[in-house]
């Protein structure tokens, strides 16, 4: 099947990214210029630990708000080591910048033996409660979680803003109840590109042929490559030919 026409990069974002990382620092201008040059032109950069959120917030000052859209957050791989009065400086960082969003936040099942998966959930469900206070988008990192996932959901009830599963790894049955009760979006790294992941092809296309609006791409970058051992960027999303 060619896809060629829905989902589109004209949304033109690369809507996960850690683009503040120092791995970047030497050539961030011409990462940039490279996905733009492919019709990439904003790029959703999400923390994954507190300190990354000044260097997120350096970011959006110097290439601005049409290019970088921030995500202050705690990652649940570094939901152990918070410092304590995180939540309100994280609700005065959204105060500060209102086109941020709450990001990367989420439950991660292989990381349990590191970070205990009460305290990642936690941690998870703070977040929860100030995005749907502020009404702020999430963006969410699920791994080997969904059926957790699900009935965190269903305990925690309304949420009206985007929430953008980074990385979908879910079930067709997940992206369908998360559908029926949330503004869900589905985002895609640049695996999918290979087809090589069965299921992760089944639901995309799922998606494509009943829901091509929830489809997002990211990069991850700089993480998540093709090819192992190198440095993704923003300029190797591409719409899947599969
Ligand atoms: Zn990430």
Same mark, same amino acid.
């Given at each position: 099947m060619q896809v060629n026409s829905t989902p589109q990069l004209s949304n033109c974002a690369d809507w996960h990214s850690h683009l503040y990382e120092p791995v970047f620092d030497l050539d961030r201008d011409d990462v940039i210029a490279r996905a733009k040059a492919v019709g990439i032109t904003r790029f959703c950069c999400d923390a #994954?630990?507190? #300190?990354?959120w000044i260097d997120i917030e350096n970011l959006y000052k110097q290439y601005g708000k049409t290019t970088i859209r921030p995500g202050f957050g705690i990652h649940p791989w570094f939901s152990g080591a918070t410092q304590p009065g995180w939540q309100d400086r994280l609700i005065s960082k959204l105060d500060q910048y #209102?086109?941020?969003?709450?990001?990367?936040i989420g439950i991660d099942w292989i990381r349990r033996a590191y970070v205990p998966f009460d305290v990642q959930t936690k941690t998870f469900l703070e977040q929860m409660e100030i995005a749907r206070d502020l009404n702020r988008s999430v963006t969410i990192h699920c791994v080997r979680a969904w059926d957790k996932a699900l009935a965190l959901f269903k305990d925690f009830g309304r949420f009206s803003p985007e929430m953008t599963f980074h990385s979908f790894s879910g079930s067709i049955h997940d992206a369908q109840w998360l559908m029926l009760h949330y503004n869900a979006f589905f985002s895609f790294g640049?695996?999918? /590109?290979?087809?090589?992941?069965e299921s992760l092809v089944q639901t995309y296309k799922f998606l494509l042929d009943g829901?091509? /609006?929830?489809i997002r791409f990211e990069s991850d970058s700089p993480y998540?490559?093709?090819?192992?051992g190198t440095r993704n960027e923003p300029a190797n999303i591409k719409i899947p030919s599969l």
């Open positions: #994954s630990k507190e #300190s990354d #209102s086109d941020a969003v709450v990001a990367e640049v695996e999918i /590109q290979t087809g090589k992941k829901a091509p /609006q929830t998540m490559p093709l090819i192992k």
